[in-house]
């Protein structure tokens, strides 16, 4: 079995031979891999023909189908949301032990939101403004969203591990429609101008 290409800071979780099918119908031979960031599936020739980050991943279930010459067996039942359309699709693995995988799959994935959303926010104190910064790395200005409060600050954005979603608690009280927002070189800055104090 050919390992896929691992991202930076990705490590292999569980790995084995399977069959995939979008249909439930028509199955492919190969090779599933789960890592700590994503579901994949390959060919034998380690051609990967399906993968899903964990953050796009909406479910995992146990399903009795039939496989191949109609046989009935459990298998897995992914249901995932599309990047590009927002639709949610489905593809069925038929694995060894479905039952570790799902437990492994659901526990990487509780994982997974946990290191996400402890993404590095700094708050600066400043003399008549506050500064949050961010790390945001790999994200593009135009997929987040900063909604402001008086106490709170809340950043989503889509990424490619699927939705970030952080709400970061402010100081002092600050005045909502004065936000300048900023995204440079992966940090995200927003400075907020001081409520006046009554």
């Known amino acids: 079995m050919r390992e896929p290409h691992l ?102 994935k509780e994982q997974n939101e946990r290191e996400r959303c402890a993404t590095l926010v700094d708050i600066m104190d400043q003399k008549d403004h506050l500064v949050v910064v961010a790390e945001m790395f790999g994200v593009q200005k135009k997929d987040i969203k900063v909604d402001t409060a008086p106490n709170a600050l809340t950043i989503t954005a889509n990424t490619v591990n699927g939705e970030y979603h952080k709400k970061v608690n402010l100081p002092t009280p600050v005045k909502t429609e004065t936000a300048e927002i900023t995204c440079k070189k992966g940090l995200l800055e927003v400075k907020l101008e001081k409520a006046q104090e009554t």
């Open 7 to 108: 991202m930076e800071g990705e490590r292999i979780i569980l790995r084995g031979q399977s069959c995939l099918s979008i249909t439930c119908t028509t199955w492919r031979p190969g090779f599933s891999c789960l890592t700590n960031k994503r579901l994949i599936f390959s060919q034998p020739s380690g051609r990967v023909i399906f993968e899903v980050t964990l953050g796009r991943l909406i479910d995992v279930e146990l399903i009795k189908g039939r496989f191949i010459l109609g046989l009935k067996r459990r298998l897995l039942q992914a249901l995932f949301r599309s990047p590009m359309r927002g639709k949610v699709f489905q593809a069925f693995l038929a694995v060894n032990n479905p039952e570790r995988w799902k437990r492994a799959i659901e526990e990487a």
